[in-house]
């Protein structure tokens, strides 16, 4: 089992619905990621928080909306997708930040979103 | 940027038989080269990394050997069994960039 928990496994939204992806982990880390996975692809990725702070943003569209609450949360609010979005949304988390070096990288299970 | 190739995108093999996996990357001031395995319907998970100040690295039936010079890294997995079936990613990165440069993944079948 993973340490990196994400709910939920599935979702199916329409394209005005807003809808919200969670992840936790109780390791300590001290870094959160959001992942885009297309089907036979390497994951992509688009957010980075470090210490609970958004460090990086990959050029991610405004309809996507990372959140981090607190050291062990992860949200990634989501609004007005499009279909080419659905996709597995992989969280991760590290316990040295990426500006420090190199650790490595836990992932959660994903959600498998599908837009329609 | 960092730009990771990695061959062959299948591989079958018959069980018992090894596997070897090779991955190139581009920026010389990468140092960290981990191995993810995917299996369907899961995340990836880490199952070997190598830093840039080893040149080998074995875990069981796992080994990852890392050329510098020739700017190669290779998974090798001996006596493969039906559940070493799954998508494997090689990555790199340097501690100067942000990003886990990820390979395009090799599908590995291991066949009885």
């Known amino acids: 089992d993973t340490e990196v928990t994400q709910t939920p496994k599935h979702l199916v939204m329409g394209m005005t619905n807003k809808k919200s992806l969670k992840c936790e982990q109780h390791?300590?880390?001290?870094?959160m990621y959001w992942y885009k996975q297309k089907a036979k692809k390497p994951p992509e990725l688009m957010f980075v928080?470090?210490?609970?702070?958004?460090?990086i943003n990959e050029s991610v569209p405004s309809r996507f909306s990372p959140e981090c609450p607190n050291s062990s949360l992860l949200n990634l609010h989501l609004h007005a997708l499009q279909p080419e979005d659905s996709a597995l949304y992989l969280c991760?988390?590290?316990?040295?930040?990426?500006?420090?070096?190199?650790?490595?990288?836990?992932f959660g299970n994903g959600t498998r979103l599908t837009v329609t | 940027g960092e730009n990771v190739e990695q061959h062959p995108s299948t591989l079958s093999v018959q069980e018992g038989d090894s596997a070897v996996i090779k991955c190139t990357y581009s920026?010389?001031?990468?140092?960290?080269f981990p191995w993810y395995k995917q299996e369907l319907g899961k995340g990836p998970q880490l199952i070997i990394d190598?830093?840039?100040?080893?040149g080998e690295k074995k875990d069981q039936r796992i080994a990852v050997t890392l050329n510098k010079t020739a700017k190669h890294f290779s998974l090798h997995i001996t006596e493969t069994q039906p559940e070493d079936s799954a998508v494997y990613f090689c990555?790199?990165?340097?501690?100067?960039?942000?990003?886990?440069?990820f390979g395009k993944g090799t599908s590995l079948l291991v066949t009885p």
């Open positions: 991760a988390s590290s316990q040295v930040v990426p500006e420090q070096g190199n650790s490595p990288l836990h």
């Open positions: 390791m300590g880390h001290r870094a």
């Open positions: 928080y470090s210490y609970e702070k958004l460090s």
């Open positions: 920026d010389s001031a990468s140092n960290y």
């Open positions: 190598i830093r840039s100040n080893v």
């Open positions: 990555a790199a990165r340097a501690n100067s960039g942000y990003a886990l440069n």
